[in-house]
């Protein structure tokens, strides 16, 4: 049998996150502890007590939710005699859960992590300003379908089918006008249900290439393993 590990990406975090976990073992706290001395700020005050407005936020919520993975994968480590390379063939995440996965190997130490993650999501944020852009799960279509969505209701704006979760669930990305408007167009195309996502920036679409540029010279001189 062949076992993966998958990490989540940005809309997974909440309030209170990892809280238990660092207050039953040491092993979690030192993560949240590696953390915040990496980004230089108590992340993890912000995880636990809030405002959620500001855990949401892209530069906030990106390392909160990496932190919150290596926490766990670090317990089981520590407290499970758990071992990555003997339990899992492949590691893998959503977006920024990609960045966990690497940690999760090694290939990145977890401060660093921490450091390109809050530069990614200031990119992401600088690249389109909160509010201005937006991100809706659309279910019950296809990919092709949501695709058609969205090239209807770009009229003009940013609006691509951005994630094909599997499964008829597929999530767009663009301008927060073109966003919902493909939510109500999407209605009308059979979706079961559609729904803005709790993120601050319109990712994976074409409006983050000034992020990914920004990323491309920062991995570029990352400590790699």
Known sequence: MTRA??????????????????????SAREVFDEVDDALGQKLSK???????EDLTLTENAQPAIMAVSLAVIRTLEKEGSFNLDGKAAFVAGHSLGEYSALAAAGTFSIADTARLLKRRGQAMQRA??????????????????????????????????????????????????????????AKTKGAKRSMLLPVSAPFHCPLMQPAADEMAEALGVVDLK
């Open 5 to 26: 590990f998958i990490f989540p990406g940005q809309g997974s975090q909440s309030v209170g996150m990892g809280r238990e976990l660092a207050e039953a073992f040491a």
């Open 46 to 52: 912000l995880m636990w007590e809030g405002p959620q």
């Open 128 to 185: 389109v300003p909160v509010g201005e852009g937006a991100m809706a799960a659309l279910l019950g279509l296809e990919f092709d379908q949501a695709a058609e969505v969205a090239s209807e209701a770009a009229q003009g704006d940013v609006c691509t089918a951005a994630n094909d979760n599997g499964g008829g669930q597929v999530v767009v990305s663009g301008t927060r006008a073109a966003v919902e408007r493909a939510i109500e167009i």
